[in-house]
């Protein structure tokens, strides 16, 4: 009778010990979850506002239809993305695109002193910083699940629970490199 007991009192700890477990990476995976719908709400408005500073840069300079063309396919190919790793790259080029279609403002001095473009420009800042917001949380999220299914105990559980490794919404190598050489001071 007491080993029964002692027996179905260990059972009893086991479950809960795994029920603790699972519970903490649905938590952690509901996180990562979230977070991962900030930052699409952020990259739809970003989407939104392209074909607006594309249509308001198109009627100063309309004969620059190549970086026109290069914002609007960069914005297509990351509005269709459908993985993490896609529309990290996708958003990438985007990003560049975008640099390029603000460096033109540079070469027509009407465009640059254009009301809409000039508070486009400004959402558009505003947005990206919500953005690298949003992905710092989402990847602080990510490494949080990552790191809780990896360890032991969960790291023999996680699997056959279907908790697999989330992606990490990572920069490009190429804009790494921008940032690492730091701004170019010249006199």
């Known amino acids: 009778m007491e080993f029964s007991l002692v027996f179905l009192g260990v059972i009893v700890l086991i479950g809960l010990f795994v029920m603790m477990i699972y519970n903490r990476l649905v938590a952690l995976r509901q996180t990562t979850r979230q977070a991962w719908g900030d930052i699409d709400v952020q990259l739809k408005q970003r989407h939104d506002l392209v074909p607006n500073l594309v249509e308001t840069v198109k009627g100063y300079a309309s004969h620059e239809k190549e970086t026109l063309e290069s914002v609007v396919k960069a914005r ?14 996708a958003e990438n ?5 975008l640099r390029q279609l603000f460096a033109l403002s540079e070469s027509y001095p009407d465009l640059k002193a254009n009301e809409n473009f000039l508070s486009l420009q400004n959402e558009l800042a505003d947005l990206e910083n919500k953005i690298a917001a949003a992905r ?14 990896e360890q032991f105990p969960a790291v023999v559980l996680a699997n056959s629970f279907g908790f697999n490794e989330a ?3 990572e920069v490009a190598a190429n804009e790494r ?6 701004p170019s001071v010249k006199f």
């Open 93 to 97: 080029v985007l990003s560049g695109a």
């Open 167 to 169: 992606d990490f919404f």
């Open 76 to 89: 297509q190919q990351a509005v269709d993305a459908s993985s993490v790793k896609d529309l990290a790259a």
């Open 177 to 182: 490199a921008a940032v690492n050489a730091g």
């Open 136 to 149: 710092r949380f989402f990847n602080n999220a990510v490494s949080e699940y990552n790191t809780a299914r």
